[in-house]
């Protein structure tokens, strides 16, 4: 096993355990582990009862490539590169959640977790450009609701279609309490989904090093060299792109935006914005 790989690993791993450890101390997570998984968390873990492995999955950081990665490792196809994202989205995967509690704490366990991130607003922008420029789905259900409840005197074609939400707006929808929707998990903060300080988690991959991690995470499992995981070739988001967008916001929203990725923040060890105010 490469040595800077591990020692990667190591680093990632501690600064995670010790700001979970002081969240601990402070009171706001509790001492001892989940007694039971709640439904949700476990319905976003993904199982490999053969490599004695499971994926917590966290959306805008290759997690589409990820389940056709598990479809090749289970036998479910036969090349990591077929299928279209629409058929890897619907196949029938199994999933923590599909296991009574003995058999989900057996798992917990004994087998190694693994979840991968990536820079907060990267990520953000990164749902942004995907789900309001380009799903019909997104603008249909959250961008009309977006410019009815955010924008002052919309026309009727933005209301009707919702095809025009700018980035300052959703940001304003992510930031209300009182928004006229749930929160979506694509930009939901990446530990609110997985809960690595409530879980054990013994891989901490990164998008910034996504080609790199994913070897190393299949040859840690013994992966057959039949499977390989294909990097997404994201150019929905860059640090320049990111700024970009980030202008677009004030000062004080963007506090307020840091704010609520903080956590990501500081348990995955990314560096804080330069203008962020602590």
């Not at 950081?61 to 619907?90: D, E, P, Y």
């Not at 509690?101 to 749902?127: H, K, T």
């Not at 961008?143 to 959703?170: C, Q």
């Given at each position: 096993m490469d040595k800077l790989l591990e020692e990667n690993q190591e680093e990632r791993l501690s600064t995670l355990n010790t700001e979970c450890k002081q969240l601990r101390e402070?009171?706001?997570?509790?001492?001892?582990?989940?007694?039971?998984?709640?439904?949700?968390l476990a319905s976003r873990i993904y199982v490999a009862d053969r490599y004695a492995f499971m994926y917590c999955e966290v959306p805008k950081t290759g997690c589409t490539n990820w389940k056709r990665t598990f479809l090749a490792?289970?036998?479910?196809?036969?090349?990591?590169?077929?299928?279209?994202?629409?058929q890897v989205h619907s196949f029938n995967y199994t999933k923590l959640s599909s296991f009574d509690i003995s058999g989900q704490r057996s798992r917990l366990d004994n087998y190694s977790m693994v979840m991968f991130v990536r820079e907060p607003m990267e990520r953000l922008v990164s749902a942004y450009r995907d789900k309001f420029l380009h799903s019909k789905h997104y603008k249909k259900v959250y961008g009309?609701?977006?410019?009815?409840?955010?924008?002052?005197?919309?026309?009727?074609?933005?209301?009707?279609?919702?095809?025009?939400?700018?980035?300052?707006e959703m940001v304003r929808f992510i930031l209300d309490p009182e928004r006229p929707l749930v929160q979506d998990v694509h930009w939901l903060p990446a530990h609110h989904l997985c809960q690595p300080c409530l879980l054990r988690y013994d891989y901490l991959g990164k998008v910034e090093t996504l080609g790199r991690d994913a070897a190393d995470l299949l040859a840690r499992v013994r992966a057959p060299e039949s499977v390989f995981y294909s990097s997404p070739k994201d150019k929905r988001s860059s640090a320049a792109l990111t700024g970009y967008y980030l202008a677009q916001l004030s000062s004080k929203v963007r506090q307020q935006l840091y704010t609520f990725y903080y956590g990501d923040y500081k348990l995955f060890g990314y560096p804080l914005p330069s203008d962020m105010k602590i």
């Amino acid at each position: 096993m490469d040595k800077l790989l591990e020692e990667n690993q190591e680093e990632r791993l501690s600064t995670l355990n010790t700001e979970c450890k002081q969240l601990r101390e402070r009171g706001i997570l509790p001492l001892s582990p989940l007694p039971r998984i709640p439904e949700w968390l476990a319905s976003r873990i993904y199982v490999a009862d053969r490599y004695a492995f499971m994926y917590c999955e966290v959306p805008k950081t290759g997690c589409t490539n990820w389940k056709r990665t598990f479809l090749a490792l289970m036998g479910n196809i036969k090349s990591s590169k077929v299928m279209t994202q629409n058929q890897v989205h619907s196949f029938n995967y199994t999933k923590l959640s599909s296991f009574d509690i003995s058999g989900q704490r057996s798992r917990l366990d004994n087998y190694s977790m693994v979840m991968f991130v990536r820079e907060p607003m990267e990520r953000l922008v990164s749902a942004y450009r995907d789900k309001f420029l380009h799903s019909k789905h997104y603008k249909k259900v959250y961008g009309r609701a977006i410019i009815s409840h955010y924008r002052k005197n919309p026309s009727r074609v933005s209301l009707t279609g919702g095809h025009d939400v700018t980035f300052p707006e959703m940001v304003r929808f992510i930031l209300d309490p009182e928004r006229p929707l749930v929160q979506d998990v694509h930009w939901l903060p990446a530990h609110h989904l997985c809960q690595p300080c409530l879980l054990r988690y013994d891989y901490l991959g990164k998008v910034e090093t996504l080609g790199r991690d994913a070897a190393d995470l299949l040859a840690r499992v013994r992966a057959p060299e039949s499977v390989f995981y294909s990097s997404p070739k994201d150019k929905r988001s860059s640090a320049a792109l990111t700024g970009y967008y980030l202008a677009q916001l004030s000062s004080k929203v963007r506090q307020q935006l840091y704010t609520f990725y903080y956590g990501d923040y500081k348990l995955f060890g990314y560096p804080l914005p330069s203008d962020m105010k602590i």
